[in-house]
T-cell receptor, first 111, second 114 residues
Framework: EAAVTQSPRSKVAVTGGKVTLSCHQT?????MYWYRQDTGHGLRLIHY???????EKGDIPDGYKASRPSQENFSLILELASLSQTAVYFC??????????FGPGTRLTVL | KTQVEQSPQSLVVRQGENCVLQ??????????LRWFKQDTGKGLVSLTV?????DKTSNGRYSATLDKDAKHSTLHITATLLDDTATYIC?????????????FGAGTQLIVIP
């Protein structure tokens, strides 16, 4: 079973501040993904990556940046956090599409 | 526009009862459909995946069906346990390659009471 960890598990940020969410996987998966989950809605893809040092935009990339410095690590960056970015964020990794293994999530509250 | 609709939104059953969760979708093409279980505050764990027209799968007390013509899937949980309390999420993949996207339903919240 793939091991995907996220940090922090929860965070409170102020509007306009910078937030970095981190994801780490230990199974040498090439693909990594960032999703957000809002109450009453399905997960939506923000950014993804097929290989280290490269990222791609997902369906809702506005207001987010991503960084993949190594195969194991994938970060999501909110340069100027806004109220609308309050959500639960999930990281996932996969060896091959479409199977994905999800982390436990990070609950972000922007005040 | 939501392309994956799940019903009911929430469901309460007594331990030992059976239940059925529904998933209707409009995703095209529909390469595969997967059911996930999400415990409160946890990540998504895959229960089963359906790929072919009229596929049926079984994983312990969980069984699922897929009707690609109707773009409809059901997840059956037999003899529910308290640990089945969770949100069940239906996900449709539009391709079987890295070019594809996963389309997530909002989930059905199942609560199992003693």
């Amino acid at each position: 079973e793939a091991a995907v960890t996220q940090s922090p598990r929860s965070k409170v940020a102020v509007t306009g501040g910078k937030v970095t969410l981190s994801c780490h996987q230990t199974n040498n998966h090439d693909y990594m993904y960032w999703y957000r989950q809002d109450t009453g809605h399905g997960l939506r893809l923000i950014h993804y990556s097929y290989v280290a040092d490269s990222t791609e935009k997902g369906d809702i990339p506005d207001g987010y940046k991503a960084s993949r410095p190594s195969q194991e690590n994938f970060s999501l960056i909110l340069e100027l956090a806004s109220l609308s970015q309050t959500a639960v964020y999930f990281c996932a990794s996969s060896e091959r599409f479409p199977e994905q293994f999800f982390g436990p999530g990070t609950r972000l509250t922007v005040l | 526009k939501t392309q994956v609709e799940q019903s009911p939104q929430s469901l309460v059953v007594r331990q030992g009862e059976n239940c059925v969760l529904q998933c209707n979708y409009s995703v095209t093409p529909d390469n595969h459909l997967r059911w996930f279980k999400q415990d409160t505050g946890k990540g998504l764990v895959s229960l089963t995946v359906l790929v072919h027209e009229n596929d049926k799968t079984s994983n312990g007390r969980y069984s699922a069906t897929l009707d690609k013509d109707a773009k409809h899937s059901t997840l059956h949980i037999t003899a529910t346990l308290l640990d089945d309390t969770a949100t069940y999420i239906c996900v449709v993949g539009d391709r079987g390659s890295a070019l594809g996207r996963l389309h997530f339903g909002a989930g059905t919240q199942l609560i199992v009471i003693p």
